[in-house]
């Protein structure tokens, strides 16, 4: 395991991959000036190559290095989420090479609000190009635990930070004529993003592109099959096979194995969910069943989440 900052940073520099924590969700880093590297994390994840990177940013300098220009309304969006989880497709410049994008002329990039890897990115002065630190189409990782189980090819290059913050990925948009396309939900809400510009038209974009793994058909899966349910779980007797989990404090009967949802507070109890499963996943169950989430807020994120879980 990596013990300090130091340690992290010499890795890096080195061109080595590392796991370590931001805000969302665990990433798995390189410089974004080491083809190697890069080619590396897509060994490691198994993910196809045109599935592209977020780079990840310090400082202002270090963005406007990335990309060709930044619009009004990505400044607009700049100065309410970041440092923050909202990743921006800006028009790429020519310090960011195509293995990173995929091939294409657009680059995402966001500022992590997370203090430690911040200093990381700010000491090596070079953008780390980062995706979740999961194997493709798996869980993603909330804490070095997790890393470990779902990516064991990382080895001992872990900086443990302890669980992270929102337990969800990043929100990503791209601004295409004065509108703002959500391309993939994450731990900004809609409402979220509406409310800080309210004269700006949000839309999701088509859920379907491959180019956005998020939204691939299968993601985020846990090895034990996951079930979505509504009001209640298709579970008629007292099964010590199965685990629940949900906001009905009265499915508890139904297995020993439950975990209770606090839908009053989504944003906390979404903070967890990847974890709880898990956590769920570690017990040998046959089946998982899962409430869905109000669809309110971040609620409708995690049900992005499950439905693909569940495939
Ligand atoms: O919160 C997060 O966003 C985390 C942390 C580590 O920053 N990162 C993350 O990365 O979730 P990843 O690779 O698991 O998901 C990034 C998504 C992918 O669906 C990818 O296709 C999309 O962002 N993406 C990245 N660069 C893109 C580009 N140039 N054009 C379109 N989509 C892009
Ligand atoms: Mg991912």
Redesign the pocket.
Known sequence: MIETIAQCVQLLQNGEVVALP????????ARIDQPKSIQRIFELKQ?PTN??????VANREQLEACVQRISPIEELLISAFWPG?L?I?FQ?SSTISDS???G?E???V?M?AHDDFREIIEKLKIPLA?????AYQQL?PTSAEMVKFYLPGIGENIFDGGKTN?G???T?V?VIDDTIHI??K??ISKEEIQQCIPIVAIKKSDSS?A??????YKHYSPRTPLSLFEFSPPVFHHDTTIGIISSQIDHQSLTPHFHWLDFDHLTLTASTLFETIYQFDQKGLKQIYIQKFPARGIGATVNDRLIKACR
């Open positions: 931001t805000e969302t969700v665990y990433g798995l880093a993910r599935h592209p990177l977020i780079v990840h989880p990743t497709l790429k990173i994008t995929g294409s657009w680059v995402a966001r992590p980062a995706p979740s630190a999961n993603s929102y969800l990925e990043s990503i791209r391309l993939r994450g731990a592109s180019k956005v793994p998020g939204n691939v």
